[in-house]
């Protein structure tokens, strides 16, 4: 391409009719059942539907009785009617039932072979039953003590807040309730549900939903190791599981494989998977409508064709029928609210900022193993880094890089950015950069970085690190709220302070309502094109005569006009 | 008691009223349920990572020391660092403030006119057919929700009137201009103003029948008073009747309903801006509170609290000009 326009528009019903307009050519994280509808049926436009990383959950408080017996949270978990959720509240289209926790779109770490808890009332029945429980004659549930059980709270944001989410507590607490549970469910604002299950802990059982969970299930750490059984940690449920915390601290930073990692971590999903502490519900699907015309677009596993991290798209999306050049405008699906690119964590901000500053490393869209972009090659070796064992990461970089302000790409601008961000401690980076023992840089084009550990995750955040050229960023006296868009560069008229080595260029922004791309001539990769293809060149839009707000505009306008007629005839004489 | 005497004492009371709302301002959102890190909980920002942040913006300190930092940050002109995007709220501000001051600038103008001038003829002829169809209309406009006003009037102008007439009706679905804007100046203003059109109608349709209907009662009530009797009876013509004697009589209380609404000319209409996709303050305050982004809340709402104090202030001064009668 050679000009990308991202453009905001603050609704949904705003975006589906800019792309039915033709005001924009792509649209990504579509997730209401009707626009989904509309826009299939509009001939011009393609939809896609990827499978990706979100996740929506039930979770269990495992720290207090009776949810800490492991028979009753697997019980509860054959009463989530997935299926229902998926048909009743996204019309059977955008969302799919899940029934693992890492799901499909993570590829070869997620394991398939663990245990699942599909709706099935009767066998909920059958756990119960083997684990001592019991119905009183009026169909109250007992433990095995032969105590009715007590009330179990179910919290959800409000119905007014997020229907859906209510609307599923609704459906499980009613489920739980035709089983004898003594089951509530508590309608909570957002905040106050955070804080009760985040910092409190003070839940039974809530619903939430993540996404954006990146290409490997690290997430899992989090999620259950013992240590993050703290306020404001993510273990919520309240696991601790030696054998859990060996298996995921294994995966996470020991692993010096990748086999390694994988048997880990897919030991550790069955774990998850028997504990039970939380069940999955559902997962959303990245629906992307895109017109047609447009080819080269590539899928990225578990991200979709265009969204935030789709890097590949964007550099071989053509018009069919030439094999470059063009301009296309894309929604740009959410507020940006900074281009720093040390603090735009956002997806929205990653679209732009994405496509202007590279990385070491880039990722296979299919499998997302790392591949070389600023290296062309790496060597990984044991290093002594004092207390514990380490690795040395040897990057051998590209030679024919530079920033897009002409100034060239060498080894110090990577050990600039890696001893800036671990100096101010960045916290979107600080997990890695506390890892980062040395870097030093041998020649113009080869960068060592000695960090602790031996995890195959060494390679991966030491190569997706955000590398910021040294000439722009040496002079920034507090980088939180330096904002190189909207700085002029010290010496390249037309150009920001927002310079990286990428494909695409900052050229004009209107805060809050454009930022516009444009292609880097001087770009070091020239990437191989998808053959064109012979896409149907995009239809004009049918005149929609037929439609109801057009006839009841035309209806009411013909009434005022004749009531007007009537009444200057009537009092006029 | 002298105009000088009394404007000393206003300003005085003035600047308390301020301190005491800058200081309930810091502590209500200490106070109200919600953490600002929540925007940012996700399993890849690990704990350690968001305490950095709530070191970085300063919430681990103690309460007075958070309390001084906000007033450094007020009068500093900054207004602080947003948790959100770590850029000065002021800057944030300056951004929006011009979208927000033009849509909101213009429909108070339109409104304010439209609603007394059609309070006024309505007033001046009661139970005729004008006021009827004035006071009619008014409250059926008063009475429409806004997003369903502004969402009709998007998708018939901005999608069903464009594909049904071929572009020839077809005005703009979101943004202040198009995107990308016009390079020509006098373009770029035309632009702008187009679309502006939708969204200036949605408020103006809504607003309008309020000033109407209060204009019109007090135009009423005025027109039975003696002195109006008198002025018809001197021979005076019924259009200096009204306008010079009738409305100016209203025009204190009509100023007092301009002076309050001054805030939202600043503060936006967060429905508007959101269906229009205008960049405006309205919305920026509305996502602040969701997010628990205190600098913004606190800054924006020093603004707007700011504004609304001082026109309450502008307006008493002028309240003397107004009416002869008052006298302090």
């Known amino acids: 391409m050679d000009e990308i326009l ?9 975006a589906v009719a800019a792309i039915r307009k033709g005001d924009i050519d792509i649209l990504s994280d579509i997730y209401r059942p009707s626009d989904v509808e509309a826009l299939s049926q509009d001939s011009s436009l393609n939809i896609t539907f990827s499978l990706q990383t979100h996740y929506c959950y039930v979770a269990f408080n495992t720290r207090s009785a009776p949810l800490g017996d492991k028979q009753l949270r697997k019980a509860i978990a054959h009463l989530v009617p997935r299926q229902e959720i998926a048909n009743k509240l996204f019309g059977g289209i955008t969302v799919t039932p899940m029934l693992y926790e890492t799901s499909p779109a993570f590829g070869k770490w997620h394991n398939p072979d663990v245990v699942v808890y599909p709706y099935d009332v009767t066998k909920s029945k059958e756990i119960l039953a083997s684990a001592g429980y019991s119905w009183t004659q009026d169909g109250k549930l007992r433990g095995p003590d032969g105590k009715i059980l007590r009330r179990i709270t179910f919290i959800s944001p409000t119905q007014e807040e997020a229907p859906t989410s209510y609307e599923i507590a609704k459906l499980v607490v009613e489920e739980m309730k035709e089983l004898g549970f003594d089951a509530y469910q508590e309608g909570v604002a957002f905040d106050s549900l955070l804080t009760r299950v985040m910092t409190e802990r003070k839940f039974d059982i809530y619903f939430l939903c993540v996404s954006n969970l990146g290409r490997y299930p690290r997430w899992l750490y989090d999620y259950y190791h013992s240590s993050l059984d703290v306020p404001d940690g993510d273990n919520t449920p309240g696991v601790r599981d030696q054998d859990l915390d060996q298996l995921l601290y294994e995966f996470r930073f020991e692993s010096e494989t990748e086999d390694e990692a994988r048997a880990a971590v897919w030991k550790a999903q069955a774990k998850t998977a028997d504990l039970a502490a939380r069940t999955p519900v559902y997962s959303r699907y990245q629906i992307e409508a895109f017109s047609k015309g447009w080819a080269g677009m590539i899928q990225h596993k578990g991200i979709g064709y265009f969204t935030s991290g789709a890097f590949w798209t964007y550099l071989n999306l053509h018009r069919a029928g030439t094999d470059k050049g063009g301009a296309v405008k894309i929604d740009v699906g959410g507020r940006v609210r900074t281009l720093n690119p040390l603090y735009g964590t956002g997806a ?6 994405g496509l202007i500053y590279d990385s070491i490393l880039a990722s296979d869209p299919e499998t997302g193993d790392p591949i070389p972009y600023l290296a062309d090659s790496w060597k990984i070796e044991s290093a002594d880094t004092g207390a514990a064992k380490g ?3 040897t990057f051998n970089l590209v030679r024919n890089a530079s920033w897009q302000d002409g100034a060239p790409f060498t080894s110090r601008d990577i050990k600039f950015s890696m001893e800036f961000l671990k100096k101010y401690k960045i916290p979107i980076f600080l997990s890695t950069m506390e890892r980062v023992v040395q870097v030093s840089t041998p020649d113009e084009f ?5 960090m602790n550990g031996t995890s195959i995750f060494n390679l991966i955040d030491a190569g997706g690190a955000m590398i910021i050229p040294e000439h722009i960023w040496k002079n920034v006296s507090d980088w939180r709220t330096f904002q190189p868009d909207r700085e002029p560069h010290p010496s390249k008229p037309g150009l920001t302070k927002m310079v990286g080595t990428g494909p695409f260029i900052l050229s004009e922004e209107k805060p809050g309502e454009f930022w516009r791309l444009k292609s880097n001539p001087a770009y070091f990769k020239r990437l191989p ?4 293809e012979a896409e149907s060149t995009r239809r004009d839009q049918p005149v929609a005569l037929l439609n ?4 009841a505009t035309m209806v009411v306008a013909c009434v005022i006009v004749f009531g007007l007629l009537v009444w200057k005839r009537r009092f006029r004489g | 008691m002298g105009f000088r005497v009394y404007a000393s004492r206003r300003i005085v009371n003035t600047i308390i009223v301020l301190l005491i709302t800058i200081t309930l301002q810091f502590l209500i959102f200490r106070i109200v349920p919600g953490n600002p890190i929540a925007h940012f909980i996700s399993p890849n920002l690990p704990l350690e990572a968001r305490q950095a942040l709530l070191q970085m913006w300063g919430l681990d300190r103690p309460l007075h020391e958070q309390f001084f930092t906000y007033i450094y940050n007020l009068f500093s002109g900054k207004l602080g660092i947003s948790f959100i995007s770590q850029r000065f709220v002021s800057d944030e501000l300056m951004e929006r403030l011009p979208n927000t001051i033009l849509l909101m600038g213009s429909s108070a103008i ?11 003829s309505a007033g001046s002829r009661r139970g005729t057919r004008r006021d009827i169809v004035s006071v009619t209309f008014g409250l059926l406009t008063e009475g429409l929700p806004v997003f369903f006003l502004g969402m009709l009037l998007l998708l018939t102008f901005a999608y069903y009137l464009p594909v049904a007439t071929g572009g020839l009706i077809n005005f703009p679905v979101a943004g202040t201009v198009s995107r990308p804007p016009p390079t020509s100046l006098p373009i770029y203003v035309l632009d702008m103003l187009w679309h502006l059109a939708l969204p200036m109608i949605t408020l103006v349709t809504i607003g309008f029948g309020g000033y109407t209907l209060i204009v019109r009662n007090l135009m009423i009530d005025v027109l039975t ?4 009797l008198t002025a018809k009876a001197k021979g005076l013509d019924s259009r200096t009747i009204i306008y010079h004697h009738g409305l100016r009589s209203i025009l204190p209380p009509i100023s007092t309903m301009i002076g309050l609404s001054m805030s939202g000319v600043v503060g936006g209409a967060v429905i508007t801006e959101t269906i229009f996709s205008w960049h405006g303050v309205g919305r920026y305050l509305y996502e602040a509170v969701l997010q628990n982004d205190y600098p913004v809340m606190q800054g924006t709402f020093f603004i707007l609290s700011l504004v609304t104090i001082l026109s309450n202030l502008a307006v008493d001064f002028i309240y003397g000009l107004l009416d002869p009668r008052i006298r302090y």
């Open chain 1, 548 to 551: 109801p707000p057009l006839i």
């Open chain 1, 6 to 14: 991202f453009v905001f528009h603050a609704t949904p019903e705003a």
């Open chain 1, 391 to 393: 690795q040395r990461i």
């Open chain 2, 225 to 228: 008073q003696d002195y109006i």
């Open chain 1, 446 to 450: 080869t960068v060592e970085i000695v």
């Open chain 2, 110 to 120: 339109l409104t304010t006119a439209l609603g007394i001038s059609l309070g006024v």
């Open chain 1, 529 to 532: 094109l998808t053959k064109p």
């Open chain 1, 348 to 353: 929205y901000e990653q679209k732009i900022i």
